[in-house]
């Protein structure tokens, strides 16, 4: 079953989809149609937590009515790695899953039986599937007025990645364009986990954002990474849209604050762009696996800590991003 569910997978999957359709007429209803705000997480350097911080950040979410409002939450794996599909899901239901194409591939593609790394398949239908009938709950609390839906993802995303060249990505960039406009009006918050290079995945990503949080580990190099990321992001703006960047120093000293983390405050660019709170390193923070050895169910050392330390980013990021 999926962590957090009592039901069955097939049944669980049957019960979240009528929810998920009430939950969206209700929403409509109560809330005016008020849209969700989307975030990615992603940096061009590797290595920097990015995938753990996803995890956490849409597990405290919407585990937490932070400023006593429960929330719904929708985190997307947009990496071919799948890292943060295993952090949430056990193998079993991941590959059964896979199997049914319930992953972000099925949002570029309706078709992936003849994907071939050396030819880009442009799907000839521009709209994809609806985002309940591919998301799976990880859990819900609240008597479900908050929940957790997760779209996995697959390797086969390299596929794309590696195949796309000069070719038309046209189709995709309105697919998944149509999938988040959709996810925005369902979900409080959509988290995108990005994976670290400019690819068709960035660019849709970053296109379709309100916010990007920028991981950033406080060490060599760190400050000309942040530059290069910014530009990167610039140049992915359409319009008159924009995507608004937030620094979250990670794995920072529980004791002193770095040489690194205090030049890049003190530089004029990026100052203001610096959340206030740090992810301190902590092992109740390492990456979690199969839905289990997350923060808030840690006894490792300093959970406790650990867990109070990612609260305040859960609340500052809400306060930065103006999130509902």
């Known amino acids: 079953m999926v962590t957090g569910c009592n039901r069955p997978f097939a049944v669980c999957e049957s019960w979240c989809n009528l929810n998920r359709r009430a939950g969206l007429a209700q929403r409509n209803i109560f809330d005016g149609g008020n849209m969700g705000s989307v975030i990615t997480i992603m940096n061009m350097k590797g290595g920097v937590g990015k995938t753990t911080i996803a995890a956490h950040l849409a597990g405290i979410l919407a585990r937490y009515a932070m ?12 990496d071919p790695q799948f890292n943060l599909s295993q952090a949430f899901l056990p193998a079993k239901i991941y590959f059964a899953l896979e199997k049914a194409r319930k992953t972000t591939l099925s949002i570029l593609l309706d078709d992936d039986v003849n994907l071939n790394p050396y030819q880009l398949q442009v799907s000839g239908n521009h709209t994809p599937p609806s985002v309940g009938s591919i998301v799976t709950r990880v859990f819900g609390t609240h008597g479900n007025k908050s929940f957790l ?30 999938f988040i406009d959709e996810a925005k009006s369902i979900y409080d918050v959509v988290l995108i986990d990005c994976h670290p290079a400019g690819s068709l995945f960035t660019k849709t990503s970053l296109r379709n954002s309100d916010h990007v949080v920028i991981p950033v580990v406080p060490q060599q190099y760190a400050l000309r990474g942040i530059g290069l990321m910014l530009n990167f992001i610039k140049s992915k703006k359409t319009g008159a849209s924009s995507t608004t960047p937030h620094i979250l120093f990670n794995l920072t000293s529980r004791v002193k604050i770095s040489a690194q983390e205090t030049a890049i405050r003190a530089n004029a660019e990026f100052s203001d762009l610096c959340m206030v709170n740090t992810l301190k390193k902590y092992k109740g923070l390492s990456e979690p696996e199969g839905g289990k050895g997350f923060v808030w169910s840690s006894k490792k050392p300093y959970s406790t800590e650990a867990f109070t330390n990612l609260l305040k ?12």
């Open 67 to 78: 400023g006593g409002k429960p929330r719904k939450v929708l985190v997307i794996d947009y």
């Open 149 to 178: 839906d997760i779209l996995p993802s697959t390797l086969d995303l390299m596929y794309v990645a590696l195949g796309q060249g000069a070719a038309q990505t046209a189709p995709f960039e309105e697919r998944f364009e149509k």
């Open 313 to 324: 980013i859960g609340r500052e990021l809400l306060e930065r991003t103006g999130v509902k």
